[in-house]
């Protein structure tokens, strides 16, 4: 009798639970993974916007209310089981802009923080007291909500995902700022007025790619490389047969690695800049942490990013030194924070409204503060949050900061595939790790930003969250699980009748 090898026998068993669960998916769940993949392209192309009701993020909201639906027709059995502390958070995060558009009784509206003030300025021009929203702006908390939406569904779709599927979805990160590093290099050549900047309230001699931000541009370049190193240093823990198309790949991943890193130093961002250094650094030590099978690997990383970074400063270096040669306490920024804090001080316990930041910011300025005299946001999203969603925001806040924590040291202790058939789940386990210290890139950042204000960054850290939650596992999908079980028994029959011969021979 011939005995079936170990692969091939895998490789016949994946094709077979592959073929059998495509054909028993639904049409929604089939279409999911296309929608999902449409939802990020178009966040991080039409995305980049900060200011509320942009012609981009109405298409974006459109295709996840789309993608929405879609996870409602196919809502999988085992997602609230497998990832109930998630869906609860998401769940409450999505509640507290709606609650707070509740109407509310005269008497109760008016003994919350800050609004007896409002109350007694609306009686002196005679408009009687009526039920109110907790918000004081409905219409800005309402697209609050709807700008929740894409973010929210990409991140349930991505759990519903099987492990190819959400391995394409993530792909599409690194080689959007790819596209948008390459832009960003055309809009520097082109000068301030080039025709190439996407958005009219925009910095005009930096490269800012599909935002309109170069701090949030910054941000996504170098979430870019963090992702681009684990495609790299899987390949480099794999070595497989084709050894020439390993390497041409593995030089492909190098050059994205290295234009993200000259992009990053076109924008002038000074944070971005910083959490560049820091994303090197997390970098090295995902080849550490990986090299335990290799161990010439971290150095050879060290090495390789060293020389990259050498290259990158030789043409974004001027530009650098340009920006940190200015005074940082002469930024705007500072006193739109120490305004933020006066007014969410103010508005106490509830806060003013998801969204209503425009509206309530201008009662509590000087005139000598007016400097921009439009602000958009208070370049400080925890306290914009504070302002905002008041003591429930921040307490949602701390509880998405502790999941991440411990997410992140489950991923960052879980082992690493040593075998090189394993490819696949040895990515995946360096993705998640990846994703951990993207979502660290972001929570730093919103310290002195608003970059989660956009629906390009919302849904980033979507797809980096649903990483996390699946613990770089293999496969967590309804999907995934039909396979498993099939390939096991495929396998254990294989096993067996590949040892009758040798035992009928005793």
């Known amino acids: 009798m011939v005995t079936i090898p170990g692969p091939a026998l895998r490789r016949a068993a994946f094709v077979s639970t592959t073929a059998h669960s495509d054909h028993a998916r639904s049409w929604p769940q089939r279409l999911i993974a296309a929608c999902a993949m449409l939802v990020l392209a178009a966040a991080l192309l039409l995305g980049g916007g900060t200011m509320q009701g942009l012609p981009g993020d109405a298409i974006v909201i459109a295709l996840g209310l789309l993608l929405a639906v879609l996870l409602v027709a196919a809502w999988p059995a085992h997602l609230l ?26 008497a109760l509206w008016t003994a919350l923080p800050g609004r007896a003030a409002l109350a007694a300025d609306q009686a002196s021009v005679g408009i009687a007291p009526h039920w109110a929203p907790l918000s004081l702006d409905p219409a800005g908390t309402w697209r609050a909500w709807l700008a929740m939406l894409p973010a929210a569904a990409l991140f349930l779709a991505a759990l519903t995902l099987s492990r190819r599927e959400l391995l394409r979805l993530t792909l599409l990160i690194p080689l959007l700022a790819l596209a948008g590093a390459l832009l960003g290099f ?29 701090d949030h541009f910054a941000d996504l370049l170098n979430i870019g490389m963090l ?15 084709r050894a020439a198309r390993r390497m041409l790949v593995m030089a492909a991943w190098w050059v994205t690695l290295a234009t993200l890193l000259v992009a990053l130093l076109l924008t002038q961002s000074r944070a971005g800049v910083a959490l560049g250094a820091l994303t090197l650094v997390a970098i090295v030590v995902l080849a550490w942490r990986a090299g335990q099978v290799k161990p010439r690997l971290v150095r050879r990383m060290a090495l390789a990013l060293l020389v990259i970074a050498m290259l990158a400063l030789q ?75 008041g003591i429930p925001a921040l307490l949602l806040m701390l509880a998405f900061v502790g999941g991440w924590a411990w997410r992140s040291l489950r991923a960052w202790r879980a082992p690493i595939a040593d075998d090189p058939s394993a490819g696949n789940a040895t990515l995946s386990a360096l993705i998640a790790r990846a994703a951990a210290a993207g979502v660290l890139v972001l929570l730093l950042h919103a310290t002195v930003d608003y970059a989660l204000r956009t629906l390009a960054l919302e849904a980033t850290l979507a ?41 009928a021979a005793h």
């Open 227 to 241: 992702l681009s190193a684990a495609w790299l240093i899987a390949l480099w823990l794999q070595p497989g047969a």
């Open 186 to 214: 055309a809009q520097v050549a082109g000068g301030p007025d080039s025709p190439l900047r996407l958005f009219a309230y925009t910095q005009r001699t930096s490269a800012e790619g599909f935002f309109a931000n170069r």
């Open 81 to 106: 089981r497998d990832h109930r502390a998630e869906c609860i958070l998401l769940l409450a995060v999505l509640l507290l802009p709606l609650l707070q558009l509740l109407p509310l009784p005269p």
């Open 315 to 389: 043409w974004g270096l001027y530009a650098v030194l340009a920006r940190l040669h200015q005074d940082p306490f002469e930024d705007a920024r500072w006193w739109i924070m120490r305004t933020t804090w006066i007014a969410a001080q103010h508005y106490g316990f509830l806060g003013s409204g998801i969204g209503s930041f425009v509206h309530v910011l201008p009662q509590f300025q000087a005139r000598a503060t007016l400097i921009p005299p439009y602000v958009n946001h208070a370049h400080d999203d925890y306290l914009e949050l504070w302002l905002e969603g």
């Open 463 to 503: 797809i980096l969250c649903a990483w996390l939650a699946r613990g770089g596992k293999v496969d967590l999908s309804s999907r995934g699980r039909e396979s498993r079980h099939r390939l096991e028994t495929i396998v254990g029959a294989g096993r067996g009748a590949g040892s009758w011969p040798h035992s």
